[in-house]
């Protein structure tokens, strides 16, 4: 039997599967965050140190038996990233005298893609905080569409979503804009009153706007004006990843998975996305066939073969 290990590296914590050659579960073991950026790299190398020792163990295995390794997560978008937790993560192993075979690093995208489709075609649209989209062809290349981040994009992600809902505040403090119920929740949930605090926040505290997206996609559901014109933008703008998508993948009608709570709970945005979607009419929403970290086990049983 063949041994493949796949973690799902998340900013709150990390999820490690040890599997065989048929994507059988062995076993699980669930640790701390792995966002690498933020809490270095030697951090997260104890981290997944520990979770594939935990795996290895009960399942009465040595980790020098294990084949291959991927750990998708936050942050490894960037070769030049991805390549020094590579480095960080065989080095910590090596010194513990429990060397790895093989050990990549990928992003919590490309997981959560071969996860969703099980190594096959396919795209997925992610809108949590950010956004960003991604595909594979019927050739195995992959495709990538936005990812900008907040400064260049985001769109239709919570960033922009919550942005777009306080400059509507803004604009009903000062009288430019129409009234919006967003302003009585901002002042409520987050005590700010009026322009200067709003101001204050924003530019001096560094206040996450995208905790406001929410109550934006609350208040249209309720029937605000300003709210809903603000899901009607941000949809759109979904779509554009979509199309854009389309033209890349040339599969019809083109599968696709939405990962991200704002689009994927039942609200008034997912439900404005959906219809958006099925109008196209060369689209398929589709659930994930397996979770990213199943989906970082097929990266790492393919870098084998």
Same mark, same amino acid.
């Given at each position: 039997?063949?041994?493949?290990?796949?973690?799902?590296?998340?900013?709150?914590?990390?999820?490690?599967?040890?599997?065989? =050659?048929?994507?059988?579960?062995?076993?699980?073991?669930?640790?701390? %965050?792995?966002?690498?950026?933020?809490?270095?790299? *030697?951090?997260?190398?104890?981290?997944? /140190?520990?979770?594939?020792? =935990?795996?290895?163990?009960?399942? !009465?295995?040595?980790?020098?038996?294990?084949?291959?390794?991927?750990?998708?997560?936050?942050?490894?978008?960037?070769?030049?990233?991805?390549?020094?937790?590579?480095?960080?993560?065989?080095?910590?192993?090596?010194?513990?005298?429990?060397?790895?075979?093989?050990?990549?690093?990928? +992003? #919590?995208?490309?997981?959560?893609?071969?996860?969703?489709?099980? !190594?096959?075609?396919?795209?997925?649209?992610?809108?949590?905080?950010?956004?960003?989209?991604? $595909?594979? #062809?019927?050739?195995?290349?992959?495709?990538?569409?936005?990812?900008? !981040?907040?400064?260049?994009? #985001?769109?239709?992600?919570?960033?922009?979503? $919550?942005?777009?809902?306080?400059?509507?505040?803004?604009?009903?403090?000062?009288?430019?804009?129409?009234?919006?119920?967003?302003?009585?929740?901002?002042?409520?949930?987050? !005590?700010?009153?009026?322009?200067?605090?709003?101001?204050?926040?924003?530019?001096?505290?560094?206040?996450?706007?995208?905790?406001?997206?929410? /109550?934006?996609?609350?208040?249209?559901?309720?029937?605000? =004006?300003?709210?809903?014109?603000?899901?009607?933008?941000? +949809?759109?703008?979904?779509?554009?990843?979509?199309?854009?998508?389309?033209?890349?993948?040339?599969?019809?009608?083109?599968?696709?998975?939405?990962?991200?709570? %704002?689009?994927?709970?039942?609200?008034?945005?997912?439900?404005?996305?959906? *219809?958006?979607?099925? +109008?196209?009419?060369?689209?398929?929403?589709?659930?994930?066939?397996? %979770?990213?970290?199943? $989906?970082?086990?097929?990266?790492?049983?393919?870098?084998?073969?």
């Amino acid at each position: 039997m063949k041994y493949f290990v796949g973690l799902d590296g998340g900013g709150t914590k990390t999820k490690c599967v040890l599997v065989d =050659e048929n994507l059988e579960i062995i076993s699980e073991s669930v640790g701390g %965050p792995s966002n690498f950026l933020i809490i270095g790299t *030697e951090v997260v190398s104890e981290t997944i /140190f520990t979770l594939i020792s =935990e795996c290895a163990k009960r399942a !009465g295995i040595e980790i020098p038996q294990i084949e291959s390794a991927v750990i998708g997560t936050t942050g490894a978008g960037r070769k030049n990233d991805a390549e020094t937790l590579e480095k960080a993560v065989k080095e910590y192993f090596q010194k513990h005298e429990n060397p790895l075979k093989n050990f990549n690093v990928v +992003s #919590d995208a490309a997981i959560a893609l071969e996860g969703a489709f099980a !190594g096959n075609a396919g795209a997925i649209l992610i809108a949590g905080t950010g956004s960003i989209m991604y $595909g594979k #062809d019927a050739g195995g290349n992959f495709h990538r569409v936005g990812g900008f !981040g907040r400064f260049l994009g #985001d769109e239709g992600g919570g960033n922009t979503l $919550g942005r777009e809902g306080l400059i509507a505040v803004a604009k009903d403090f000062d009288g430019r804009g129409e009234k919006t119920s967003l302003t009585k929740i901002v002042k409520e949930k987050f !005590g700010i009153n009026d322009g200067a605090t709003l101001i204050r926040k924003v530019y001096s505290e560094n206040f996450d706007m995208a905790t406001v997206a929410p /109550f934006v996609i609350e208040e249209a559901g309720k029937g605000d =004006e300003i709210c809903l014109g603000i899901l009607e933008r941000q +949809s759109d703008e979904l779509i554009l990843h979509i199309k854009a998508m389309l033209k890349k993948l040339r599969i019809e009608p083109m599968p696709l998975v939405l990962i991200g709570s %704002p689009i994927t709970k039942q609200n008034k945005y997912s439900e404005m996305l959906k *219809e958006k979607i099925n +109008s196209l009419g060369n689209v398929t929403l589709a659930m994930p066939e397996y %979770p990213p970290e199943i $989906g970082a086990a097929i990266v790492a049983l393919k870098s084998t073969q």
